[in-house]
């Protein structure tokens, strides 16, 4: 056994392999089982306990039975076991970081990177949560006080996705914490054993039995269903795909459940003839290959100036082509594999359709040979307008560039989609930055930089990237309702 294996048989021998209810790590009730896959080699790397609607139900039944008790705990007690989680997770990064590697595909850096910006979003939320603020005002009349407290909004079921599975799961749990909800989670399938891994953190930093419980599983719907028909779950807080969210907002109107919904996005990325056209190339390049692709904020289409479009495309071409497919774990791999076949096989025959409508492939344009679900960075030229890789989430290492003649036309380009999450603009003219800014539908906008993502930052879409914003004073109000108590003068 190499010191590699040797080190990930160590590794995932700490990674908890039940559901967590209660506070107790516990098997499935029906005893079943699913299998966590490495998606460099299609080999398991582990088996986890997969929850039954009977075990979703007793997480809900934990979470609601603390719920009083944990809305009424100090906000300093709150933040100090976030805090301290924050701390046990910055000490643990060297395992956050290969455990992300393993289940997802990213290169090892790239997962150093999502445990600084995960565990980020624990320290962010431990400092808001003592400084939620209400008010207390005269009414307007003159006489009578108006008085506004923030109250956790109740039992919470949080639902993540695969491609990020650190930051995704500190994202809702931080501010749930901090609003003193309690909550289910829910971890991808393809990737549940780093949410496994931190819950168990989250317990060690002091958080009480019941008000963080773990259900992985194989079937998403067993779990989520019986729970939103149950009165006791007040919100829904979800990442993952527009169609599932609409699913899970339909599901939501029965029960009037809050909902927090950050769905999928197809991200422009405009170049201005007066860009430094060198920091757009870099800023693409993060913008298209963090994650190989796999990220709701991924540059989806590269919009540039026909007056500068040959040259950054040669650029970017050659960004593209240096760069080194790899499993996660290897020193020199800059690109991972895909999550799974049939996310390689998607993305394949999106460019297979680009390509036949008259798209060419600068550099790449195929799956990786050998095992694992590795695909080329790949770079599309002459992409027709109308082509299905323009309208729709690649969810891969692939990048299509089209040109534009003015600013009204590249604004124009950027609207035309019914998503509206990220989206960046090169340009060297402050006042056109703002301009197009103001003219773009999107919740996220970068000004010459290709990776915005910040704890302290209201993270989330417009139109069908979804409502609510995680992350950033707006990510605490998500998990709060607000009561308002009138005061008569004496
Ligand atoms: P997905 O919608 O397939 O799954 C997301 C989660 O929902 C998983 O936990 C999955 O098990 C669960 N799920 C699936 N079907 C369900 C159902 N019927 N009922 C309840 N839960 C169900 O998405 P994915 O493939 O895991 O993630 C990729 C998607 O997530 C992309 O569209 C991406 O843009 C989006 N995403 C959005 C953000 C954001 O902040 N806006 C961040 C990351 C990813």
């Excluded at 088996?47 to 009083?68: F, G, I, K, P, R």
């Excluded at 599901?251 to 003839?273: C, H, Q, W, Y």
């Amino acid at each position: 056994m190499s010191i590699t294996a040797q080190r990930e048989a160590e590794l995932l021998a700490k990674v908890p392999t039940g559901l967590l209810i209660n506070g107790e790590w516990r098997d499935a009730s029906d005893g079943g089982t699913f299998d966590v896959l490495d998606p460099a080699t299609g080999e398991k790397l582990l088996t986890l306990a997969s929850a039954t609607s009977e075990d979703a139900m007793a997480a809900l039944d934990a979470a609601d039975a603390v719920q009083a008790e944990w809305a009424l705990t100090a906000p300093r007690e709150r933040a100090e076991i976030l805090r301290r989680a924050f701390d046990l997770v910055t000490e643990r990064k060297d395992d956050f970081a290969l455990l992300m590697s393993l289940e997802m595909g990213k290169p090892l850096a790239e997962a150093y990177g999502e445990v600084t910006y995960g565990a980020e979003f624990l320290r962010w939320f431990s400092e808001e949560t003592v400084r939620h603020y209400g008010r207390y005002i005269t009414t307007p009349e003159g006489k009578n006080k108006v008085l506004v407290q923030h109250k956790p909004v109740g039992p919470c079921l949080l639902i993540t996705p695969w491609n990020f599975p650190l930051a995704m799961a500190t994202r809702k749990v931080g501010p749930a914490v901090a609003a003193g909800c309690t909550m289910v989670l829910k971890p991808a399938k393809l990737t549940p054993l780093t949410s496994q891994l931190f819950a168990a953190t989250m317990m060690e930093a002091g958080l009480p039995a019941g008000v963080l419980n773990v259900v992985s599983g194989a079937s998403a719907s067993k779990i989520s269903g019986p729970l939103m028909q149950d009165d006791r779950l007040r919100k829904v807080s979800f990442t993952g795909s527009t169609p599932v969210g609409k699913q899970l907002m339909k599901d939501a109107a029965d029960k009037v459940l809050r909902t927090s919904m950050e769905l999928g996005g197809n991200a422009p990325f405009i170049v201005f003839e007066d860009a430094d056209l060198d920091a757009a190339v870099e800023g693409a390049m993060a913008a298209k290959m963090r994650n190989m692709g796999e990220a709701c904020t991924a540059a989806n289409r590269f919009l540039v100036h026909q007056d500068v479009a040959e040259e950054f495309t040669a650029k970017f071409a050659a960004a593209m082509k240096a760069l080194k497919p790899g499993r996660g774990t290897e020193a020199d791999s800059t690109v991972g594999p895909l999550v799974e076949e049939k996310a390689r096989d998607e993305v394949h025959a999106l460019v297979e359709a680009a390509v036949a409508s008259g798209a060419t492939a600068l550099v790449g344009g195929a799956p990786v040979e050998g095992p694992g679900y590795f695909y080329q960075p790949t770079v599309l030229v002459n992409v027709a307008n109308d082509a299905q890789i323009l309208g729709q989430e690649i969810f891969g290492p692939v990048a299509p560039v089209t040109t534009f003649t003015s600013e009204e036309h590249a604004i124009k380009l950027a609207n035309a989609s019914e998503y509206g999450l990220a989206s960046y603009i090169y340009s060297k003219d402050f006042s056109r930055l703002f301009r197009v800014a103001e003219q773009i539908e999107f919740g996220l906008v970068g000004f010459n930089a290709g990776v915005i993502s910040n704890a302290a930052a209201p993270f989330g879409g417009v139109k069908q990237s979804g409502l609510g914003r995680e992350g950033g004073a707006e990510g605490l109000a998500e998990y709060t309702t607000v009561q308002y108590i009138g005061i008569a003068d004496p």
